[in-house]
């Protein structure tokens, strides 16, 4: 398996402008994260999907943001409209199995810069 | 609710030992993890230690687990310059899957 994929891998756009985060899990992955780290707040969860399906999505920032699972291979999150403060790398992750404890394994990240 | 603490910075000596050091909140967390990221990369599961263990050695890594006090340290033997990365302690929040980090801790070797 190639792992979680994820791109573009490099974002640059300007204020106000939508921008569109996509990801591929691993197969057979039945959860799937999305994080975002910054250098001041770290990583961070902002939403994540148990078979498609938002489990928790008390992370995300605000209205501006949006992610769909429309499929077990693929989420996108959106951020509309974005701003610099969204500047950021955004992290994919995807597990497997209902235990406590199961290893979550991450994407490359796309790196976000909002001018 | 769960909160990882960690320092953000450590420096060592190529050849040295290195110790990184966390503290976490929840007792009942049954698994905590160590990951590793690297420069340009996503985190990666470095180890991890039940709950009801003490120590757990694996190669060069030692996980050393104090429950009373609720801290974890890594401790890297012979720490190389490969080993510069990233270091985030992670416990299980509230959830099966869902899993809080720590701010993480970089480790720069000197050569």
């Known amino acids: 398996d190639a792992g979680v994929i994820q791109s573009p891998r490099h974002e640059v756009t300007e204020m106000g402008q939508e921008v569109t985060l996509r990801c591929k899990p691993i197969?057979?992955?039945?959860?799937l994260f999305w994080y975002r780290q910054t250098m001041m707040r770290g990583l961070e969860l902002l939403i994540y999907f148990n078979n498609n399906v938002p489990i928790d999505d008390s992370g995300m920032p605000e209205d501006r943001f949006s992610a769909k699972m429309p499929n077990a291979s693929f989420s996108n999150l959106k951020i509309q409209p974005s701003e610099p403060r969204d500047s950021a790398v955004y992290f994919c992750?995807?597990?497997?199995?209902?235990?406590?404890?199961?290893?979550?394994?991450f994407g490359p990240g796309t790196r976000l810069t909002v001018l | 609710g769960e909160d990882v603490e960690q320092s953000l910075f450590l420096s060592v000596r190529e050849g040295d030992s290195s110790v990184i050091n966390c503290t976490y909140t929840d007792s009942s967390s049954t698994y905590l993890y160590w990951y590793k990221q690297e420069p340009g990369a996503g985190l990666q599961l470095l180890t991890y230690i039940f709950s009801n263990m003490d120590m757990k050695q694996d190669q060069r890594l030692t996980v050393l687990l104090n429950k009373k006090d609720k801290h974890l340290s890594l401790r890297i033997a012979d720490t190389q310059t490969g080993d510069s990365a990233i270091y985030f302690c992670?416990?299980?929040?509230?959830?099966?899957?869902?899993?809080?980090f720590g701010i993480g801790t970089k480790l720069q070797v000197i050569p």
């Open positions: 992670a416990e299980p929040s509230g959830g099966y899957q869902k899993v809080t």
């Open positions: 992750a995807s597990s497997f199995g209902p235990r406590e404890g199961r290893e979550q394994f």
């Open positions: 197969s057979g992955h039945d959860y």
